[in-house]
């Protein structure tokens, strides 16, 4: 009997021990997972040795799990907040000056009566890229303000200026937002683009019913793809050095003085490169196929 009631009244010092330890890390939360986070921050202050060893500790060699905690460490809203007005207004001056003059008409190579219908389609390739690119700068920048101005202390100097950038950043974002391509709505509908599926469905019907068709369609298909992958091409080239002389390097500096940020939206500059490549490469299996047609055909 009295080691029974000597059981329960160990079991009830325990239970209530335990009460005591649970009520004690509820009352002190900071001594807990906070003081693990913020000891992320010894990746700023050791040597690289002892930086590498607690990367691989607790990251791994994975390359993004290593981006992670590095951005972890840095708990500071901006890297360099002396340089972080000047970097905004130069970065907001970059993107007026792409709006204004980075789908501008580009010069052109001598290329005979083709030159005005080339002209126009690398036109519009190259506003997709300019645009495309401008708008997803101003979108990002916006963001990453948004986010850094919740982090920072509130009353902080950072907080205040992190506050109009990021007032600065929204008020000016609806006017550079914007159709793209720079087409009427209504050539982008689809009553329009129905029509002209249909019209090539039924050229293709009659040009496969006989050689002189097929050769036709053959030797369009190809001009029309090679033309393509030139004004790609080119395209791809006038954007990527407009974007490079406006906004790369203020981005870039943009991006330095916050920090831990990772890196600033790229362009579509080398997709559309690599679109030109695809559409080559169809024309070299188009012939092929069209050749193989006629002899069916013969």
Same mark, same amino acid.
């Given at each position: 009997?009295?080691?029974?009631?000597?059981?329960?009244?160990?079991?009830?010092?325990?239970?209530?021990?335990?009460?005591?330890?649970?009520?004690?890390?509820?009352?002190?939360?900071?001594?807990?997972?906070?003081?693990? !986070?913020?000891?992320?921050?010894?990746?700023?202050?050791?040597?690289?040795?002892?930086?590498?060893?607690?990367?691989?500790?607790?990251?791994?060699?994975?390359?993004?799990?290593?981006?992670?905690?590095?951005?972890?460490?840095?708990?500071?809203?901006?890297?360099?907040?002396?340089?972080?007005?000047?970097?905004?207004?130069?970065?907001?001056?970059?993107?007026?000056?792409?709006?204004?003059?980075?789908?501008?008409?580009?010069?052109?190579?001598?290329?005979?009566?083709?030159?005005?219908?080339?002209?126009?389609?690398?036109?519009?390739?190259?506003?997709?890229?300019?645009?495309?690119?401008?708008?997803?700068?101003?979108?990002?920048?916006?963001?990453?303000?948004?986010?850094?101005?919740?982090?920072?202390?509130?009353?902080?100097?950072?907080?205040?200026?992190?506050?109009?950038?990021?007032?600065?950043?929204?008020?000016?974002?609806?006017?550079?937002?914007?159709?793209?391509?720079?087409?009427?709505?209504?050539?982008?509908?689809?009553?329009?683009?129905?029509?002209?599926?249909?019209?090539?469905?039924?050229?293709?019907?009659?040009?496969?019913?006989?050689?002189?068709?097929?050769?036709?369609?053959?030797?369009?298909?190809?001009?029309?793809?090679?033309?393509?992958?030139?004004?790609?091409?080119?395209?791809?080239?006038?954007?990527?050095?407009?974007?490079?002389?406006?906004?790369?390097?203020?981005?870039?500096?943009?991006?330095?003085?916050?920090?831990?940020?990772?890196?600033?939206?790229?362009?579509?500059?080398?997709?559309?490169?690599?679109?030109?490549?695809?559409?080559?490469?169809?024309?070299? !299996?188009? !012939?092929?196929?069209?050749?193989?047609?006629?002899?069916?055909?013969?």
């Amino acid at each position: 009997m009295t080691e029974t009631t000597s059981h329960i009244a160990s079991a009830g010092d325990s239970t209530h021990a335990g009460d005591d330890v649970r009520d004690a890390a509820e009352r002190e939360p900071d001594g807990l997972l906070i003081d693990r !986070i913020d000891a992320l921050r010894v990746l700023r202050a050791d040597s690289d040795e002892q930086k590498g060893a607690l990367l691989e500790q607790i990251a791994g060699t994975g390359k993004v799990e290593q981006n992670i905690v590095s951005e972890l460490s840095k708990v500071r809203p901006l890297w360099r907040p002396d340089r972080f007005e000047e970097a905004h207004r130069m970065a907001m001056r970059s993107l007026e000056v792409l709006d204004r003059n980075g789908a501008r008409a580009a010069r052109m190579p001598n290329i005979g009566p083709l030159k005005p219908v080339a002209a126009y389609i690398v036109g519009l390739l190259t506003r997709w890229i300019v645009k495309g690119h401008q708008n997803t700068l101003v979108t990002a920048i916006r963001k990453l303000y948004e986010r850094r101005e919740a982090n920072a202390e509130w009353g902080s100097p950072e907080h205040v200026v992190l506050r109009r950038a990021r007032i600065d950043a929204s008020r000016v974002e609806p006017g550079y937002k914007g159709n793209p391509v720079g087409l009427p709505t209504f050539l982008l509908g689809g009553a329009a683009l129905s029509s002209v599926f249909t019209a090539v469905q039924s050229l293709l019907r009659t040009a496969v019913s006989g050689v002189v068709g097929i050769v036709i369609l053959t030797a369009v298909l190809a001009l029309l793809f090679l033309g393509l992958a030139w004004s790609a091409l080119y395209a791809a080239g006038v954007a990527r050095r407009r974007i490079r002389l406006t906004t790369d390097q203020p981005m870039t500096a943009l991006w330095e003085t916050i920090g831990a940020a990772g890196r600033p939206p790229k362009d579509a500059s080398y997709s559309f490169a690599v679109l030109a490549i695809v559409l080559l490469v169809l024309l070299g !299996i188009l !012939i092929p196929i069209a050749v193989w047609l006629l002899i069916g055909v013969v």
